[in-house]
């Protein structure tokens, strides 16, 4: 898998590279759901609802990416960047490729202005209230999809 070119202009390098890691697994993330959903994996039972199946998962992967940048222009105080609620998980699958292509086409552009000075501090208190910098929620981004196709793998490999 490649990463696509972004010919943006970023004001921060580090800011760029992890926009640019978030494309690439997010895409990497798809790729294994498809093969998990091919391989008819079932996820283990939890009460947690974002694993009742792996379309619930896929879902939460793609609201999670949603989420992590909606939450950073919004403590930023930066234009929403009106990415789309993610379809219900019943029809998702089918949509998977076209919103995952909506979520990093908008992905490129709210933070191309966000200097470094702006990556470490303040701290702002995440949805579920932990605290985070800006370049601690990239850097959380990007390895969401990471631990979740690492997850899907695992259950692939103990099949």
């Not at 580090?14 to 978030?22: K, Y």
């Not at 391989?39 to 792996?54: G, H, I, R, W």
């Not at 960047?81 to 490729?97: D, F, S, Y």
């Amino acid at each position: 898998m490649t990463m696509p070119t972004i010919a943006l202009a970023y004001r921060s390098r580090a800011v760029r590279a992890l926009v640019l890691l978030h494309d690439e697994h997010l895409r990497r993330f798809l790729a294994v759901w498809n093969q998990a959903q091919a391989a008819s994996v079932v996820l283990p039972k939890t009460d947690d609802p974002a694993y009742a199946s792996l379309e619930t998962l896929l879902r939460h992967v793609f609201s999670a990416a949603r989420g992590y940048i909606t939450w950073m222009c919004e403590v930023l105080e930066l234009p929403d960047p009106q990415i789309r609620i993610p379809p219900e998980p019943t029809v998702l699958a089918a949509e998977a490729n076209s919103y995952m292509e909506h979520v990093l086409e908008t992905w490129r552009t709210p933070l191309q202005d966000v200097g470094d000075d702006r990556l470490e501090t303040p701290e702002y208190p995440s949805r579920w209230q932990t605290r985070y910098c800006i370049d601690a929620m990239l850097e959380h981004a990007v390895m969401h999809p990471i631990r979740h196709a690492f997850q899907l793998e695992e259950l692939m490999r103990q099949r």
